[in-house]
C-alpha cells in the first residue's frame, strides 16, 4: 500500500489493510490485525497494491463525444474548424451521454475525481451523482457570453456546492485570460472572495499566448490574473506552459492557493514548444497535479498515461535524468494532485480521517514483473488497465474490472446515434473564436 | 481489418475475414464469404479490429529480469554502476527466465516479432521456438572479448538461422561503434557479405556518442559504419538519435538495406537531447522501424506506447501537429517494421501471401469510444492492454488475453529466487566500459 510519510515521502508498506467506515479510512493496520474484524464487505487484493484514487485535475468530461474528431491540426485550427462550431451544436443530452462515457473510461482507469470545466454542468453534476465519483465542477464561460455567462457560472458554483453528498465541489469557471476581459475576471474574483469559491481557469497554456498578451497589453496572462485580483481567489489553472520567468515572484506572492494542472500528452500532439514548468513551479511551492484535457485533444483520459509522462517530459525538458523520479511522479498523482483541486486535506494519501477514495493495482502481469522498485514499476511499466478495483468515499465503482454504476453500451449507443447531428459542422456558426 | 493499398496508404475494411492456411494468409475476403467454409478454426472477433501483429525492432529481451533496477540515472551511471555489472553475473538460466518473461509481456501485448541483440542467445533462440513468436536474433559481442566474441556471433547466425520452422531469423550483432573497433567492424561487413546476414547494432545512439566519436576519430558514427563496409550489407541500427545532418547522404548511398529502430521512451527518461530524426530519414527513404529497447531502461516492451510515443514525440520534435498522423505511425507500425527486420515480404500486411502473424484489437471499451477516425482511435486511444487474440504463423499464441504457451507464473517464481545473485554488484566487475 502506498503511504505518505510526515515529511510527505512516499513509502510502500506490506500486508497492509484498510478499514472503512461511513465513506471514511478509519485506520491503516495490518492483514493480520483485521483477521477477525467484522465487516459489512472485505476485498481481498493480495498481489495487488492500493493507491489513493488518482485525480484528473483538467478536463471536458463531456467531449469523449469528440474523441478522434479533430485530429493532427494546430491549436487555431482545432478550435476555429472542429471544436467550436461543433460545439454550437451541443445538447444537455449530449453533455450527459459524454460524460457518462468520460466517468466509465475514468472509473476503468482508476479515476476517482476530477476538476471539469465545461458547459451545461447541471449535466455533469447529475452524471457525477450517478456514477458515484468525486468532481470539482465549474460552467464555463466567455465574456461574449455578455454578463449571463458570469452570472450562470456563479449560480452553479452555488447551487452544486456540497451536492451528491459532498462529493460534488464547485468552482467559477471563466474560460480564460484571452476569451475573458479584465472586467469580467475582476468581478469573478471578487464573487470567489465573496461566496468562498475557487477559481478554475486556462491561463498561459501555450507561449503563443503569453507572447500575444504581451503584444497587446504588455502583461502576460499570469500577470492579468494578478491585477483582476484571481491570484487573490484559490485558482486551479490549467496548463501554464506558457508561464515565463516573469511569472514566478508573481505566483510566489499570490494569496490565494494557487495550483497548475499539467496535461502533457495534448502539448506535444499540439507540438507546443514548451511543456509545463514544473521544476519552478515546485521552487515557489505551487502544487501541479495531474490532468488530460478533453479527450477532444488528448484522446483519452488516461490519468496514469499523464503520470508516466509527466516524469518522461520533465526529464527530457530539463535535460537531466535524475528530475522527476518516480516517487516524485506519484507525488504529483497523489498530495499535489489533491490540493490543485481543492481537496488536499480530504484525499490524496491512504490515512485514517481521509475520504475511502482508493484503488486496487494488480502487478502479476507479465509486464510489472519482476518488481525492483515498486515505484518504478507503478509510473514506468504498469497501466491504468492495470487498476482492477476504484472506490469512492468507500463504494466500489469498478470491481474486478466491472464499472458497476454506468451503462457503457447503453451510452455508446445512444451517443452514436446522435453524433451526425453534434458533428455538423454546416451551420458555420462556432461558440467562440479562438484568437490569442 | 487494417489494410495497405497499392501505395501502401493505410485503409480499413469492414467485415472483413482472413482465411489462413499452412501459416500464410490465404485469402483476404469478407465475413459473409466464408460463412460456410470449411475450417479447422473460427475466430469470431466481431467489435474487434484485425492488425498486422507489431514488431519490436530492436529490444534486449531477457533484460526484462532488470526492470526498474537503474532508475533515474544518466546513461553512463546506468551502464556502468549498474547494468553492465549485473551482466557479469548473467547465466544461461537467467536469460531462459527473462526472454520468456519479456516473450509472455510481448504476446500479451500484440507483439508477434522482435529482433534481439543480447547474450547466450542459445537461450533465447529455444524461447522463441517455445513461445511460438517470430524473432530475428543476434548474438551481441564487444571487441573486448577479443575475436571469440565475433566468432561466436556468426556461429550462432549460422547455427539458428531459419530455425524453429522459419520464424528464427539471424543477424550480426557487433555491439556499437563505440564497444567494437573498426577491425571488427569491418571483419563482421565482410562476413555478413559472405553469408548474406544481415548486422544488428548500436549506432549514433545519442548526440554525446556522436560528438565523442568525432572529437577522437574526426568521423560520426555513421561515417565509421561506412568506412567499415557495414553498410554494404543490410543494416539494423539501433535508436540513431545522434544522426546529424552530415549522416544523411552517407546513409542514402549506403548499398546495402538501412533501417532505423526508434524506442522513444528510454531517450525521454535518460533525457537525451534529441530524438531519431525520423522525418530526415523518410526524405532519404530509410525505413524506421518501432521498438522498445530493454526494459531495463525502458520498464516495458510496449511496442504500442512506442508507436504512440513516436506520433507524439516526432510532433513535438519538427513543431509541427500536422506530422506524422495516425496514419503514418501506423505504417511505421506495420511495412516499416517488418521491413527493418528484414520481413518487408513476409509480414506487415494482411495480405494474401503474407505469414499470418496477426492480432486483434477490442475497441468495444469506454476509452475507444465513439470512432470518429479509427486510425487515431488505433493509435491515441487503444492501448496494448485492448489486443485481445494474438496469432503468429496462424497458430494463437494468446486468446482472450490468455497467454497460451508461456506460464508466467512459475517463470516469475523461478527468476525472483534468482534475483539476488543475479543483481549483486559485490565483485566490483563489469562486462564492459561506458565510454563513447
Redesign the interface.
Known amino acids: 500500500m502506498l503511504v505518505h510519510d510526515e515529511e510527505e515521502r512516499i513509502g510502500f508498506r506490506q500486508d497492509a489493510a484498510v478499514v472503512v467506515r461511513g465513506g471514511r479510512i478509519d485506520a491503516v493496520t495490518s492483514a493480520d490485525a483485521v483477521t477477525g474484524l467484522a465487516a459489512a464487505e472485505r476485498i481481498d487484493a493480495r498481489g495487488q497494491v492500493a493507491l489513493p484514487g488518482l485525480i484528473n485535475c483538467h478536463t471536458h468530461a463531456p467531449m469523449?463525444?469528440?474523441?478522434?474528431?479533430a485530429?493532427?491540426?494546430?491549436?487555431e485550427e482545432w478550435f476555429n474548424e472542429v471544436v467550436w462550431p461543433v460545439e454550437a451544436n451541443l445538447t444537455e443530452r449530449d453533455v450527459t451521454l459524454g460524460a457518462r462515457?468520460?466517468c466509465?473510461?475514468m472509473i476503468?482507469?482508476g479515476v476517482t475525481c476530477f476538476a471539469d470545466h465545461y458547459f451545461a454542468m447541471d449535466a455533469v453534476a447529475a452524471v457525477v451523482a450517478e456514477c458515484g465519483m468525486r468532481a470539482l465542477l465549474g460552467e464555463a464561460y466567455f465574456s461574449s457570453q455578455g454578463a449571463r455567462g458570469r452570472q450562470r457560472s456563479l449560480e452553479f458554483a452555488l447551487a452544486h456546492r456540497g451536492a451528491a453528498g459532498g462529493r460534488i465541489t464547485t468552482a467559477l469557471a471563466p474560460h480564460a485570460p484571452y476569451t475573458v476581459t479584465d472586467a469580467d475576471l475582476a468581478a469573478t474574483a471578487g464573487l470567489a472572495r465573496a461566496h468562498g469559491l475557487p477559481v478554475h481557469l486556462h491561463a498561459a497554456e501555450n507561449r503563443d499566448q503569453t507572447d500575444a498578451s504581451l503584444a497587446r497589453h504588455g502583461v502576460t496572462p499570469i500577470e492579468v490574473l494578478d491585477r483582476t485580483g484571481i491570484l487573490g481567489a484559490d485558482v486551479l489553472i490549467a496548463h501554464g506552459t506558457g508561464i515565463t520567468e516573469r511569472d514566478l515572484p508573481v505566483l510566489a506572492r499570490a494569496v490565494g492557493r494557487v495550483a497548475v494542472a499539467t496535461a502533457p500528452?495534448g502539448?506535444?500532439?499540439?507540438?507546443?514548444?514548451t511543456t509545463t514548468p514544473v521544476r519552478a513551479l515546485r521552487e515557489i511551492g505551487v502544487p501541479v497535479g495531474l490532468a488530460t484535457d478533453g479527450?477532444a485533444s488528448n484522446?483519452?483520459?488516461?490519468v496514469w498515461e499523464s503520470m508516466a509522462l509527466t516524469?518522461?517530459?520533465q526529464?527530457?525538458t530539463?535535460?537531466?535524468?535524475?528530475?522527476l523520479?518516480?516517487r516524485q511522479a506519484l507525488h504529483h498523482a497523489t498530495l499535489q494532485s489533491a490540493r490543485a483541486v481543492g481537496l488536499g486535506g480530504t484525499v490524496g494519501s491512504i490515512a485514517p480521517g481521509r475520504r475511502a477514495d482508493l484503488i486496487l493495482v494488480d502487478l502479476?502481469?507479465?509486464?510489472t514483473?519482476?518488481?525492483?522498485?515498486l515505484a518504478?514499476?507503478l509510473v514506468?511499466?504498469a497501466?491504468?488497465?492495470d487498476v482492477r478495483t476504484t472506490i469512492v468515499e468507500g463504494r466500489v465503482l469498478m470491481r474486478d474490472r466491472e464499472l458497476l454504476t454506468l451503462d457503457?453500451?447503453g451510452?455508446?449507443a445512444e451517443?452514436?446515434r446522435r453524433?451526425p447531428a453534434l458533428?455538423d459542422r454546416g451551420h458555420g456558426r462556432r461558440v467562440q473564436t479562438y484568437d490569442t
Not at 469523449?64 to 474528431?69: I, K, S, T
Open positions: 469523449a463525444a469528440l474523441r478522434g474528431l485530429e493532427d491540426l494546430p491549436t462515457l468520460a466509465a473510461e476503468r482507469a500528452r502539448y506535444l500532439k499540439f507540438a507546443w514548444p479527450a484522446n483519452s483520459l488516461d516524469a518522461l517530459i526529464k527530457s530539463e535535460g537531466d535524468p535524475r528530475w523520479t518516480a502479476t502481469g507479465p509486464h514483473r519482476p518488481v525492483h522498485d518504478a514499476t514506468h511499466s497501466r491504468s488497465s457503457v453500451p451510452t455508446v451517443l452514436e453524433l458533428t
